[in-house]
């Protein structure tokens, strides 16, 4: 028997996993591609403009796949948890609408011209217009980031208690003031310079299997580099970002630290109690890092193709461990409340509202509110296993479909 | 706060939205389904122009998916942001947008292999079976994708309408209707008879639209260079365009008519333009739906006003779907048969067939690529605004008058914080309409690149 919040969870996770290497690798190339080319015209040698070109064509390939998951995570959010999808939707919609209007309608038609633009432009021109594609393209994490930082610390909320509301309350947002949320600074600069360093690592991977081409060296090289700088960068903003979490979201840090954070009160233990222990999250996470930082450092010496893929294998989980951890440790909430509304709203409606308000924030109520989907699934679980054998048949196609395009890049 | 302008002008820009990401996946089924049509003559006959044509039209569906998907992500956007309400009730409609995610990665992922295997796999028959896979992706999500369209026109059994408003009451001040089935089992209603009928004329629609653009084109460069491929191409596809309207307008076409008269005799007198209250005879729509003389129908002013669709549905139905259908059935049998036929004609006494071809053919190169573009639109119109101000529509019979027609106030479903302005819509619409210049610009230089032929 699966219950609709761990379908949900679970789908979503997937979804989620399987999205976010992708586009942190279309961040950190669409940041780099700009400075290769620059450093190619300072340098005067046009291995650096080769280079440029074969990460471009490797960024369209991912920039699809990322894209299509980011869709499928779109569509498990409506169908899973329809009721929060609304309600996010309605009360933070300047954030969705900038970031598509960065992510869609700026961004892909500058990708095209980026592309029309190779040689044909001055080199100036044409890096301008990488700097500006990069702009655009980080506004989609530094408007989704906001979500995420609102989702574990809802800053700028308030609840309204409301006879009418089938919830008994109404909830209202002043999106500027949610900008001011602790958790969204380092969260959305770890994540700009975490994508960079991911990038550089599946730089290094993919030049040292294709060892043959001419810019191949360059390209370990600048990989290795981005790596080396952004990953520490990406370390202190990571721990920023736990310590705001340890201050300001209860269950997360509750399920990423092993224990309750010191300034829960105790009498809130029962309200805040994460559903997984994560605990050793963060430490895969840094073990993770450390092996990582020993790889890059003996391919910076050595060509080796299967150390390589020891580099890949360990950046892509350790991106997946270090955001997965931080989406599952907000169970049972989909919303963690926060702890000062939570003694304000008993303090000024009673402890019952307040159970409430949490209650109605939790996944299995947003879950269950209408999902039919997981009562057909459960009635129907070969619908579960084929999904299940679906997916897995889709990831593997995934990475063949994506180890292709830069075999078919590397060819031409 | 909803106001009329804001509802207006978000139905406006919703609209163009649609219609082009409509256009787009629609390009997409027709230029898929040439590409293997032509792979699947060139495999049985060895014909080394219908596998030019084939990779061409591979090529070509390949860039106007990936600009449909883009456009996808926008439309899917646009519903969270301006009718977030509507994602509410998604929650009920999850299983066609669930089996859709399986299509979509489908064609996400194996279109490109298709691409890639072009000549790379020994056995034709086996990239041909990888085109398939492909096929079947974009052809999947259509289905679920118009199965939930299809249950906005008409609530599919089982379904029903949860009103908070009624007892005024909400979700979070924002929530105001939800969807409930009445057992779990019917989710499965999604995909009843009526949503079949719907599907599949949209289907039909979307393959009769983009293979009659090509057409156009087709036809064009035939009366240029007169060479052979343009000519076997207009062979295959003319009249199998005629046959495939025929087909709409006859076949699904009365089905969907019957099911109008059932579910929403209110879009039916918007439909067929019945300016009058009460009940009266039309002869005409009563033969072709009941086959009799004598049937009466209920007017469009038996309704109140604020239930009525706008009135330039009647003429998107008539003028623009219906009779610019039948231009465009009349113009590809007309070329169809003379291109096939031309030789033989006379012994048919058909003879004067042959005087009209060559001015069929000059006229259809423009005429049938926008009498497939105007009816297309005019069937969207129709059956879109034809339900406006409602969705989830259906009607129940009332002794005392009228059937009384029942869903959800189009209103209810959008943002109520949504502020949009003149000056926005006005972006916006510039924006809708231009993207589509991405997909026509990277086909252009694709052909150019490739000298008209894929090499």
Known sequence: MIGSATLAADLITWAFDVHIPLVYTVLGLLWTMPFVEMKGVKSGNTEYFRLTRSMFNYMIVVYAMGGVFGTIITVFLAGLMPVFTNLAGYMLWPVW???????????????????????????????????????????????????????????????????????????????????????????????????????????????????????????????????????????????????????????????????????????????????????????????????????????????????????????????????????????????????????????????????????????????????????????????????????????????????????????? | MVTPTILLLSRVVSAVGILVHISLASSFLGTIALALLFEFRYLRGGDVDYMKLSRKFAVISTIIFGVGAAYGTLVEFGLVTVWSNFIALIGALALPFFLELFAFLFEVVVLPLYLYTWNKVKNGWVHFGIGLAAGFGGFWSAYNILAVMASLSMLPPGLEIVSLASVKSSIGGAITYLLEWQKPSDLFNMYWWGANVFIFHGIFAAVILSWSIVAGV???????????????????????????????????????????????????????????????????????????????????????????????????????????????GILTAGIGIYLLFGGRLASFKLGWLNALGPYLLKVGQYLIPVSAAIASIGGALSAESGRFPLIFVSSVPNSAGPPTVTGIPVSAILNIDLSMPYWLAALLLIVELSIPFVAIYGIYLYSRRSGGDAQ
């Open chain 2, 218 to 328: 087709y036809i064009r460069r035939y009366l240029r260079e007169n060479d052979q491929m343009h000519l076997k191409f207009l062979k295959n596809t003319s009249l199998t365009i005629a046959f495939l309207t025929l087909i709409e307008g006859l076949v699904i076409g009365h089905y969907q008519g019957e099911l109008v008269i059932q579910f929403d005799p209110l879009k039916l007198a918007a439909l067929e333009g019945f300016f009058w209250s009460g009940l009266k005879v039309d002869p005409l729509i009563s033969f072709v739906a009941t086959g009799t003389f004598n049937h009466p129908f209920w007017g469009l002013f038996s309704w109140p006003s604020a239930l009525r669709p706008p009135f330039y549905v009647t003429y998107a139905y008539i003028v623009m779907m219906v009779g610019f259908g039948i231009v465009l």
């Open chain 1, 97 to 412: 609408a900038l970031a598509i209007v960065a992510g869609v309608l700026i961004t892909i038609p500058m990708i095209g011209l980026y592309y029309r633009t190779f040689e044909r432009w001055s080199h100036r021109r044409h890096i301008a217009l990488g700097l500006i594609i990069a702009v655009s393209a980080t506004i989609i994490p530094a408007m989704f980031r906001l979500v995420f930082a609102y989702t574990a610390y809802p800053f700028g909320t308030s609840v309204i208690p409301d006879s009418s509301s089938a919830i008994g309350f109404d909830l209202a947002v002043n999106v500027y003031t949610a900008f001011e949320n602790p958790l969204y600074l380092p969260l959305f600069l770890s994540t700009v310079f975490a994508s960079i360093a991911f990038t550089g690592i599946m730089m290094l991977f993919g030049y040292t299997l294709s060892s043959n081409s001419s810019h191949s060296g360059l390209g370990r090289e600048i990989g290795s580099r981005l790596a080396l700088v952004f990953g520490p960068l990406y370390a202190v903003t990571a721990a920023w970002y736990l310590f705001e979490v340890y201050l300001h979201s209860p269950t997360i840090a509750w399920s990423l630290f092993g224990r309750p954070p010191s300034n829960l009160n105790s009498v809130l233990y029962a309200v805040y109690r994460p559903v997984y222990n994560l605990s050793w999250d963060p430490y895969a996470v840094a073990i993770l890092a450390a092996v990582e930082l020993a790889v890059i450092l003996y391919l910076t010496r050595h060509t080796n193709r299967a150390i390589a893929w020891i580099s890949a294998i360990a950046g892509i989980a350790m991106v997946d461990l270090a955001e997965g951890g931080n989406l599952l440790a907000h169970l049972p909430y989909a919303v963690v409340p926060p702890q000062s509304l939570a003694v304000q709203l008993i303090h000024q409606y009673g402890i019952t509202f307040a159970i409430t308000v949490a209650k109605t924030l939790q996944v299995s109520t947003l879950a269950t509110v209408l999902d039919y989907l997981s009562i057909i699934v459960n009635q129907m679980p070969l619908l579960l296993i084929f999904s299940v054998a679906m997916f897995l048949f889709f990831n593997v196609l995934v990475l063949g479909v994506i180890y292709l395009a830069l075999q078919w890049r590397s060819t031409k």
